[in-house]
């Protein structure tokens, strides 16, 4: 069943790219379905990352490959063009995403009854204030829980679109994110959301993962390899300071309840590392991760040309499809796990979930045209075509 | 009794007497049927509690409550059923010849923030010798800033231990637990967040989350699916059994003291 879906992936570029983007799509579906057993297995439980910054990052590579070479060949106007497009279609996902979040709600709600205890719990402001959630809605400025990751990719590609002329000045273009991040972090920087202070993810802070993805993508490979060589003692004492936070983490979090008590301080210092701003700390372990990662699995790898890897890689290529149907099948997936959080219907949730997100991935590279693609050996490996 | 780690904390607790007590003002180990609400262990391990410790020697426990709806009437049948009012009924009960004290604060709806602009007016003419912290709910429901409401706790627990040192202990409770939050909004990063909190300004976690989720996964209370007709009572039973652990958690706490 496998091989179909190998024979689907689109040759001559850094599988590796849409292995893990595939991975993490997996994991976005899997950390959105609260109650999901496997969640306490993803990266968030020992990292000050998860998902969400390695789908940014890696949005920001494939959108650097695909965009960078139709600037070469086009120019900006029409590259520029390309991208708002881009957005319009990320735009109208989210609000079909929004619709259907908010019908879950009523639907979970009505089922509940209404019970006097959770009275407190106005998740459904539409109850309130109809007109105006609607409004706030399509203005961004209201997400519900768990529709945050859309808006923020979405204004990301609108400032790359702006940022477009300056994709071929690596230096100039890191410069304004990086001043860009500074002023989100100690000038506040952020875009005001309804009912709560500023969005959940700040696109100000955020942008330098998806652009350090763009330079990346758009750098020499061999240059990158010279420049970030492999280093043995570095790499051992990286995965020490990533082992070291992982046991911090689960101190804090789980040491209390266990009679082991964290010193005050490390925990003041866990409580700083947010996740809105992309606190530095969750941008470095990005990084060492990417540094680790680019090294121990090699572009080349035989595993990533396995069969077993073809449904991950194959999710990774038609990444927005698999996206909106991850968040779309995590709505079924918690009102299944709400009805019941048994050990069938997790497992019934994790492999239905699984299974339809290779499908839509498989039917998405099927319709435009991948698969009808002949597999020619001559491709020139290296980044070849992209979609961000 | 189906825990039996739970079992044995609750009968040390039950033959708990602290120093400069007369023998006389602890009650024998006697359980009643309508406490047996079994804790998963990792619950019920409370830490040191030296502020009530000192004020039951003393003969007089203060305690601050504050928090939100399902402190003020979590869908009870009336004021006397919610779990602070038990509470200090058990407590009463159980630490004869000391004037146990429970005063509640905030409401429906009310935030962190509010909680501890509440503390800030009130503790230092309760003067509490415990502090029992009921949030998370609404900061999860409309999805406010983690991170402020943790700011929030560790500022209260600063100003609490510059003006009151270590005469008042503080206990943080976390959310009632629901498929349908669980389901609806993003919880886990406040729970995440809460034990942090906890952490980081030497108070203890109450989680009332594991608490419920427990009693719900040995199907033995789950109000969620209680039938209309019988959630006030269950409500009543849940409030009756958080009372029944917490009062084990703090005579826990005082021993721990003690030892």
Redesign the interface.
């Given at each position: 069943m496998l091989r179909p879906i190998a024979s689907l992936v689109r040759p001559g570029r850094d599988l590796r790219v849409d292995f893990i983007r595939g991975l993490a799509l997996w994991f976005i579906f899997i950390d959105h379905t609260?109650?999901n057993l496997l969640?306490s297995l993803t990266l968030r439980n020992v990292a000050f990352m998860d998902a969400t910054e390695a789908f940014v990052l890696l949005a920001g590579f494939a959108s650097g490959l695909a965009y960078g070479r139709m600037l070469e060949r086009e120019g900006w106007a029409s590259t520029a063009a390309r991208v708002a497009g881009r957005c319009g279609t990320l735009y109208v996902a989210h609000i079909f995403l929004f619709v259907v979040f908010t019908a879950?709600?009523g639907f979970?709600?009505a089922a509940?009854?209404q019970?006097?205890?959770?009275?407190?719990?106005?998740?459904d402001p539409f109850g309130d204030d109809p007109y105006r959630a609607m409004l706030e809605a399509l203005l961004l400025r209201y997400?519900?829980?768990?529709l945050d990751i859309l808006p923020l990719y979405i204004v990301l590609l609108a400032m790359f679109a702006v940022a477009l002329p300056l994709v071929r000045r690596p230096l100039a273009l890191l410069g304004v994110a990086v001043a860009l991040y500074l002023a989100a972090r100690w000038l506040g920087l952020a875009l005001p959301a309804w009912?709560?202070?500023a969005w959940?993810f700040n696109p100000f802070a955020w942008q330098l993962l998806f652009i350090i993805g763009v330079v990346l993508a758009r750098a020499d490979p061999a240059w990158l390899a010279k420049r970030f060589p492999w280093h043995r003692g570095l790499a051992v004492l990286a995965i020490l300071v990533l082992a070291a936070v992982a046991v911090a983490l689960n101190l804090?979090?789980?040491?209390?309840?266990?009679?082991w008590?964290?010193p005050?301080p490390?925990?003041?210092w866990?409580?700083?590392v947010?996740?809105?701003g992309l606190h530095p700390a969750r941008l470095a372990t990005v990084l060492v991760a990417v540094w680790l990662v680019a090294h121990l699995l090699p572009a080349q790898a035989r595993f990533l040309t396995s069969r077993w890897a073809a449904p991950f890689v194959l999710m990774g290529q038609q990444s927005l499809p698999v996206f909106c149907a991850s968040i779309a099948l995590s709505f079924l997936g918690?009102?299944a796990?709400?009805a019941s959080?048994g050990v069938a219907m997790l497992a019934a949730v994790n492999l239905a979930g699984l299974a339809a997100l290779v499908a839509v991935g498989v039917v998405a590279a099927w319709y435009s045209g991948e698969g009808r693609r002949k597999p020619t050996p001559s491709l020139p490996a290296g980044p070849g075509t992209a979609t961000p | 009794m189906r825990n039996p780690a739970a079992a044995l904390l609750l009968a040390l607790a039950l033959g708990l007497t602290p120093p400069g007590i007369p023998e006389s003002r602890a009650q024998p180990a006697v359980a009643q049927p309508a406490d047996v609400c079994a804790a998963p262990a990792e619950a019920m391990d409370a830490a040191p509690l030296p502020g009530v410790f000192a004020a039951v020697a003393r003969g007089e426990l203060r305690i601050m409550v504050v928090g939100s709806a399902s402190t003020a009437s979590g869908g009870t049948s009336s004021t006397a059923a919610t779990w602070p009012r038990q509470l200090q009924a058990r407590l009463a009960a159980r630490l004869q010849g000391v004037m146990v004290r429970v005063e509640v604060f905030g409401g429906r709806g009310t935030t962190a923030a509010d909680h501890a602009r509440i503390i800030a007016g009130e503790a230092p003419r309760l003067r509490p010798h415990l502090l029992i912290w009921q949030l998370g709910t609404v900061e999860a429901a409309r999805g406010l800033p983690a991170e402020e409401m943790s700011d929030a706790v560790q500022e209260a627990a600063a100003r609490l231990t510059a003006t009151r040192g270590e005469l008042t202990d503080l206990v943080l409770m976390d959310m009632q637990f629901s498929r349908f939050f669980r389901a609806n909004a993003n919880v886990e990063p406040y729970l995440d967040q809460l034990r942090i909190a906890a952490a980081a300004s030497g108070a203890q976690l109450f989680s009332r989350w594991a608490l419920m989720k427990h009693w719900v996964d040995i199907e033995r209370l789950d109000l969620e699916r209680a039938p209309r007709d019988r959630r006030k009572a269950v409500a009543d039973e849940l409030h009756a059994c958080i009372a029944g652990v917490l009062t084990a958690f703090i005579l826990d706490g005082i021993e721990r003291d003690h030892r």
């Amino acid at each position: 069943m496998l091989r179909p879906i190998a024979s689907l992936v689109r040759p001559g570029r850094d599988l590796r790219v849409d292995f893990i983007r595939g991975l993490a799509l997996w994991f976005i579906f899997i950390d959105h379905t609260p109650g999901n057993l496997l969640g306490s297995l993803t990266l968030r439980n020992v990292a000050f990352m998860d998902a969400t910054e390695a789908f940014v990052l890696l949005a920001g590579f494939a959108s650097g490959l695909a965009y960078g070479r139709m600037l070469e060949r086009e120019g900006w106007a029409s590259t520029a063009a390309r991208v708002a497009g881009r957005c319009g279609t990320l735009y109208v996902a989210h609000i079909f995403l929004f619709v259907v979040f908010t019908a879950q709600v009523g639907f979970s709600a009505a089922a509940l009854d209404q019970a006097a205890y959770l009275d407190e719990l106005a998740l459904d402001p539409f109850g309130d204030d109809p007109y105006r959630a609607m409004l706030e809605a399509l203005l961004l400025r209201y997400q519900p829980h768990f529709l945050d990751i859309l808006p923020l990719y979405i204004v990301l590609l609108a400032m790359f679109a702006v940022a477009l002329p300056l994709v071929r000045r690596p230096l100039a273009l890191l410069g304004v994110a990086v001043a860009l991040y500074l002023a989100a972090r100690w000038l506040g920087l952020a875009l005001p959301a309804w009912r709560r202070s500023a969005w959940f993810f700040n696109p100000f802070a955020w942008q330098l993962l998806f652009i350090i993805g763009v330079v990346l993508a758009r750098a020499d490979p061999a240059w990158l390899a010279k420049r970030f060589p492999w280093h043995r003692g570095l790499a051992v004492l990286a995965i020490l300071v990533l082992a070291a936070v992982a046991v911090a983490l689960n101190l804090v979090w789980h040491g209390p309840a266990r009679g082991w008590y964290p010193p005050e301080p490390l925990a003041a210092w866990v409580a700083t590392v947010d996740k809105t701003g992309l606190h530095p700390a969750r941008l470095a372990t990005v990084l060492v991760a990417v540094w680790l990662v680019a090294h121990l699995l090699p572009a080349q790898a035989r595993f990533l040309t396995s069969r077993w890897a073809a449904p991950f890689v194959l999710m990774g290529q038609q990444s927005l499809p698999v996206f909106c149907a991850s968040i779309a099948l995590s709505f079924l997936g918690r009102l299944a796990l709400e009805a019941s959080d048994g050990v069938a219907m997790l497992a019934a949730v994790n492999l239905a979930g699984l299974a339809a997100l290779v499908a839509v991935g498989v039917v998405a590279a099927w319709y435009s045209g991948e698969g009808r693609r002949k597999p020619t050996p001559s491709l020139p490996a290296g980044p070849g075509t992209a979609t961000p | 009794m189906r825990n039996p780690a739970a079992a044995l904390l609750l009968a040390l607790a039950l033959g708990l007497t602290p120093p400069g007590i007369p023998e006389s003002r602890a009650q024998p180990a006697v359980a009643q049927p309508a406490d047996v609400c079994a804790a998963p262990a990792e619950a019920m391990d409370a830490a040191p509690l030296p502020g009530v410790f000192a004020a039951v020697a003393r003969g007089e426990l203060r305690i601050m409550v504050v928090g939100s709806a399902s402190t003020a009437s979590g869908g009870t049948s009336s004021t006397a059923a919610t779990w602070p009012r038990q509470l200090q009924a058990r407590l009463a009960a159980r630490l004869q010849g000391v004037m146990v004290r429970v005063e509640v604060f905030g409401g429906r709806g009310t935030t962190a923030a509010d909680h501890a602009r509440i503390i800030a007016g009130e503790a230092p003419r309760l003067r509490p010798h415990l502090l029992i912290w009921q949030l998370g709910t609404v900061e999860a429901a409309r999805g406010l800033p983690a991170e402020e409401m943790s700011d929030a706790v560790q500022e209260a627990a600063a100003r609490l231990t510059a003006t009151r040192g270590e005469l008042t202990d503080l206990v943080l409770m976390d959310m009632q637990f629901s498929r349908f939050f669980r389901a609806n909004a993003n919880v886990e990063p406040y729970l995440d967040q809460l034990r942090i909190a906890a952490a980081a300004s030497g108070a203890q976690l109450f989680s009332r989350w594991a608490l419920m989720k427990h009693w719900v996964d040995i199907e033995r209370l789950d109000l969620e699916r209680a039938p209309r007709d019988r959630r006030k009572a269950v409500a009543d039973e849940l409030h009756a059994c958080i009372a029944g652990v917490l009062t084990a958690f703090i005579l826990d706490g005082i021993e721990r003291d003690h030892r």
